[in-house]
């Protein structure tokens, strides 16, 4: 296993990432204790390719880890649920509705909930269309995660697309933290270049790392199908 590397599949490829890991982990278990003075949903940014989904998958094995519950989805399912039942909705009503959700999927009511929302991009147009609102349908979430008033704890999870402006905008910026997945800096490309030739070959690791740079647009999961 790489340096940094979990059993989840998750890699600390660079600080940036490590900070990203480590801080979403601690904003989770603060509000699975229930011991801040302060709470923020999260949300993740990350361009296609770029560890998101890895990163989503790690943090459910840490939710379970620490002796809550977890539960990874796509915004598209939690829309279905949305229109089956209810048709349309108030965006005060979504962290109840969550909570609902969540008690059906996974069987139970928990008095801690980690809900990891994958593919929001793909399927807020379609919630726009269902939740009624003013500045953004997942404010109400977000407040109810900032007076820690629901047992779900969200965190969602974008990739590159013009509805993150709208979707954490105002009121939903200040309770929230963003965290932007960074592409891969070229020295992290070089060494999994270096090790993938046995530490030999130093000039030729130098120019394919380039290549694989540029290819893979800095993409670990482009970069990794390269290398």
Partial sequence: ?????F????????EEHRRIRTELEELITSYVKGNATEYWMSVVVAPYGSGKTTLLRHLEHFVESI???????ELADIVEYIVERYGSIHESELPKILEEYAKEKLGEASSAVVLLVDEVEESYDLLRGIVEYETSPFRGVAEAIRTHSTSVYVVLAFGPSSTLKEAVFGPVAWRSRVFTLPLLPKPVIERMVSEALGGEFPEASSLLANMVWWASKGRIAWARMLV
């Fill in 1 to 5: 296993m790489e340096a940094g590397c």
């Fill in 67 to 73: 002796g809550a519950k977890a539960l990874r989805v």
């Fill in 7 to 14: 059993e989840t599949g998750w890699c600390d490829l660079s």
